[in-house]
């Protein structure tokens, strides 16, 4: 494919990200597949996480930061009872405790003084750069960075489900906001510790999950849509 076969105003691809794999090892495929080094995404997710990467190529990565000031939308598993390092089943174990007590009730009354305006601390095994390096460098060499609390938008949370010491909610959130401190904070709210098991994003703005391409289904998809020019 070559870059004259792409429309003038580039393309954005609505992906569902894989659990496993990189948000960057998926643009480096897509400019693999399309010859054109013009790729990028709008927003990170975690190799533990799946859902919808957004990727724009050529042109359409002009608009990278309008759709990164897009409202998303999270479903994320909250394990309770044990903390760790990275706020997510990747980390190192720091804490355990008993949930006895634990229950919706509990956690739905806690749940409501997440919403709005919040400060948030993201956690040291994160991208946000100190002294032009990633966070997560620092921490893997044990050297410890605090981050600085910064304010984002929770405009919805909600319990949808709660089993066997895990949660289920649903979190409708402005740009930056780390799922992995929502889960740390609500453990440490309710008493007990809590690290995030698992999280899917859903949404984007108008850009829908059910609506979004497999990485096994991009060879055909980019094929199909760069034959239309």
């Known amino acids: 494919m070559t870059k004259n076969r792409i429309p003038d105003e580039g393309v954005i691809l609505n992906v569902n990200k894989p659990v496993g794999r990189t948000s960057f090892s998926v643009v480096a495929y897509v400019r693999k597949l399309t010859g054109i080094k013009k790729v990028g995404h709008a927003g990170a997710l975690d190799p533990a996480a799946d859902g919808i990467l957004l990727v724009a190529i050529g042109r359409a990565t002009k608009r990278i930061e309008k759709l990164m000031e897009l409202e998303k939308e999270y479903v994320g598993n909250i394990k309770f009872g044990m903390t760790t390092d990275s706020f997510d ?18 956690i ?31 921490a893997r060499k044990g050297i410890k960075i605090e981050p600085s609390p910064r304010k984002v938008r929770i405009s919805k949370i909600a319990l949808e489900s709660f089993e066997n010491d895990e949660a289920r909610i649903r979190i409708v959130c402005s740009k930056g906001t780390y799922i992995r401190s929502i889960a740390n904070d609500l453990g440490k ?11 899917t994003r859903e949404r984007i703005g108008n850009f829908l999950l059910k609506d979004s391409i497999g990485v096994e289904d991009l060879p055909v998809k980019i094929e199909e849509l760069f034959e239309k020019n």
Do not use: H, T, W
């Not at 709005?116 to 095994?125: K, M, R, T, W």
């Not at 991208?127 to 966070?135: D, F």
């Not at 008493?191 to 098991?197: D, E, K, M, Q, V």
């Open 89 to 106: 089943a990747e980390g190192k174990i720091m804490d355990r405790r008993s949930c006895e007590g634990l229950n919706e009730d509990l």
């Open 189 to 199: 709210a309710v008493g007990c510790g809590a690290f995030l098991n698992g999280l």
């Open 108 to 138: 739905e009354n806690e749940l409501k003084y997440f919403v709005g305006e919040i400060e948030q601390v993201p956690p040291v095994f994160s991208a946000l750069k100190y002294k032009g390096k990633p966070l997560y460098k620092y």
